[in-house]
């Protein structure tokens, strides 16, 4: 049976006549190296550290110029964005389509240039780093949250036994802990019974490293007070309630508890704040991230967030506009993209408006 295609006709014809016309301009490695070349070579980057002025020499297609002034070798796309890539026509392809406003996942990607799947992949994660630099810093949020239902791929921020959903939850955990560890709260939106009630339960379970029941927690005290103090401690990301009424606590620092739960405060209303603006998206961001790349991981969702944004804003996707940003970037490494990781609340759109809402594809 064959897959439906997940372009319609027009895109893909689109698609069809962007590649093809690529392939005219671009007929081998030494065309690409040469567009990046000149490109460099155009916005006046390309000198020697000597800094004779002389001039260079060069190939047609080479990865160095020569200096005319000291004769020293120069690799130009050492530092670059470029840096040690392998096949250049596949990563302008890619940056390419971008600037088109067409997104490929990574086996699209694979398919259309020769390139292992896993390599497409990088590229494209690469290519969205440097789209995300462009993107506005006034720009509507969303929090993460509210993407999960899109995440569907592990990686190693995944806790072992979890979902690729988890990290989230951890994420979360560990936003609400450096926020507890700052200066100590003295908001006064709990009562100070509950809260030196809660305060002595989570240091209990924090001590105790093991489950506790719930009686056992009660002990002489009020089960209401109890049910309220373990409430608020669960929503602050401090215990997690186990099956049978057993109580755990998720870390096993000192932790002043008032100021946990402010913490966790904030985040919600850090969440409802942008609820108005942004809840109109959620479902045309999670058909574009489950039907382009059938799902992604949480680390690395705001990359492709950027990509459905610069899709979708023609103002700022001029012809050549993405590849010369690249070529002026600078290199996006392995590292970086190993601790990259989305923020909690992930930038979505520019403000100001944006209209119409935009609509999956
Ligand atoms: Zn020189």
Redesign the pocket.
């Known amino acids: 049976m064959r897959k439906k295609p997940r372009l319609d006709p027009a895109e893909q014809a689109r698609l069809d006549g962007i590649v093809a016309q690529f392939r005219v301009e671009f007929k081998c490695k030494e065309d690409g190296i040469e567009a990046i070349f000149s490109t460099l070579q155009r916005e006046g980057v390309l000198v020697?550290?000597?800094?004779?002025c002389a001039g260079i020499t060069r190939e047609y297609g080479s990865y160095f110029f020569r200096?005319k002034?000291?004769?020293?070798k120069t690799w130009f796309l050492a530092g670059t964005f470029f840096a040690r890539i392998r096949c250049p026509l596949a990563w302008l392809l890619a940056i390419r389509l971008f600037e088109n406003g067409i997104v490929v996942n990574a086996s699209e990607l694979a398919s259309l240039t020769g390139v292992a799947v896993s390599s497409a992949q990088m590229m494209l994660k690469k290519i969205m780093v440097a789209i995300q630099a462009k993107m506005p810093v006034e720009s509507a949020v969303l929090p993460s949250a509210w993407l999960l239902d899109a995440v569907m791929r592990r990686t190693i921020r995944t806790p072992a036994q979890g979902h690729p959903k988890d990290e989230q939850f951890e994420f979360e955990k560990e936003y609400l802990l450096q926020e507890a560890k700052k200066a100590k709260s003295t908001d006064t939106t709990y009562s100070a019974n509950v809260v030196a009630l809660a305060q002595r339960i989570y240091d209990q379970l924090a001590r105790e490293k093991n489950k506790l029941h719930f009686d056992h927690i009660c002990g002489q005290d009020n089960f209401g007070l109890v049910s309220m103090a373990t409430d608020y401690l669960q929503s602050a990301g401090l215990i997690k309630a186990m099956p049978g009424d057993w109580y755990i606590a998720t870390t096993h620092e000192a932790l002043d508890v008032r100021t946990a739960m402010t913490a966790a405060n904030g985040l919600r209303g850090m969440y409802t704040e942008h609820a108005e603006k942004a809840i109109l998206m959620v479902d045309a961001l999670l058909a574009y991230l489950v039907g382009t790349y059938q799902g992604i991981s949480r680390k690395y969702i705001q990359l492709y967030l950027s990509a459905y944004w610069y899709r979708l804003d023609e103002s700022v996707r001029g012809r050549d506009s993405l590849f010369k940003h690249c070529c002026l970037a600078g290199p996006v490494t392995h590292h970086m993209l190993r601790i990259y990781v989305s923020p909690l609340m992930l930038k979505v759109m520019p403000i100001p408006e944006w209209a119409p809402i935009p609509q999956a594809q």
């Open positions: 020697c550290d000597c800094g004779g200096c002034s000291c004769g020293k």
